[in-house]
């Protein structure tokens, strides 16, 4: 290679911005790689935190049990399956009512525009709190107004009865999720050109009819990259229903990460609880393949 060839003269130039990512990738290494490979790793032990001294390694047996032998686990790979995407169907209907409210030339425009992002923003320890005491049967806000209004006879349970509290974990994680893409959509529309709209008006179509025929047809690329990232983003949630229900009750709100946390440190086996956060890995990287396929397919 020559003294000034421009690939010598290329790594020279980048030289300082190389030097600045070694400490970010070091750290990003050591809080998420380094874990990650830990935890695969611990998946083939038989780990107990009340016998970590006699762990050691049993190969593919944790699998084994979990596939064939756990209930619990197939139970809640459903519901976890269920509440993402009840989670997703939700939260992109409503964003995209919310965001062509938005996209339209409202008096303070900017104001709903802010405040429609309160629910993504807030921490999630808060509005757990607040939909617990929102929700609560004895005092809760929604059941003392319902009961005083004589909606109901007697307070709801929602956080009681397991099929109302699956319900309501939907519902409080959609609250949670649509304003995200209430946001990514309406940035879509923004980009979409009044001409085409113009265009349509001319040949006599509706609302509905540009809606069906531009509006979404354009938006069709930004909804699967939003959806798909609401999926995994959801299926990974842990605090939303934990703070909520801790799982429960009777564990019908169980998803993988509360299934895996309850496993690994209310009943001490670390091995096993790796090994189904392990399976969930590979859940969630079958279905990005399964997104990669259809986007490429949809390019065509």
């Not at 390694?57 to 064939?68: H, K, S």
């Not at 686990?73 to 997703?88: E, G, H, I, N």
């Not at 008096?107 to 939909?131: D, H, K, T």
């Not at 790796?274 to 969630?284: D, E, G, P, R, Y």
């Amino acid at each position: 290679m020559k003294k000034n060839s421009p690939i010598r003269l290329n790594l020279r130039n980048n030289s300082l911005g190389i030097k600045l990512l070694i400490p970010a990738t070091i750290l990003i290494g050591v809080i998420s790689i380094y874990p990650l490979f830990r935890g695969i790793s611990l998946s083939f032990m038989n780990f107990s935190l009340r016998r970590m001294h006699m762990a050691h390694f049993i190969g593919f047996e944790n699998f084994r049990m979990i596939l064939t032998e756990n209930r619990e686990f197939y139970d809640t790979l459903l519901f976890s399956f269920t509440y993402a995407f009840v989670v997703v169907i939700l939260s992109y209907v409503s964003g995209i009512c919310f965001a062509l409210l938005l996209n339209r030339d409202i008096r303070f425009r900017g104001f709903f525009r802010a405040m429609i992002l309160i629910p993504w923003i807030i921490p999630p320890v808060v509005a757990g709190a607040s939909w617990s005491w929102l929700l609560n049967d004895i005092f809760g806000f929604i059941n003392v107004n319902l009961v005083r209004l004589e909606i109901v006879e007697r307070p709801i349970l929602f956080l009681v009865e397991p099929t109302l509290a699956r319900i309501t974990v939907c519902l409080t994680g959609a609250w949670k999720a649509f304003p995200f893409m209430t946001i990514v959509l309406l940035s879509g529309m923004q980009g979409i050109s009044d001409e085409l709209y113009e265009s349509a008006s001319i040949d006599g179509a509706g609302f509905f009819r540009s809606f069906w025929s531009i509006t979404l047809p354009i938006l069709k690329p930004i909804s699967m990259i939003a959806t798909v990232l609401m999926f995994i983003w959801t299926f990974n949630n842990f605090e939303n229903i934990f703070l909520l229900t801790r799982g429960g009750p009777a564990h019908a709100t169980f998803v993988l990460p509360i299934l895996s946390y309850f496993t690994a440190f209310s009943r001490s086996q670390l091995g096993y609880a790796s090994a189904i956060s392990t399976l969930m890995l590979v859940v969630l990287l079958a279905m990005a393949l399964v997104y990669m396929r259809i986007l490429k397919a949809s390019n065509k």
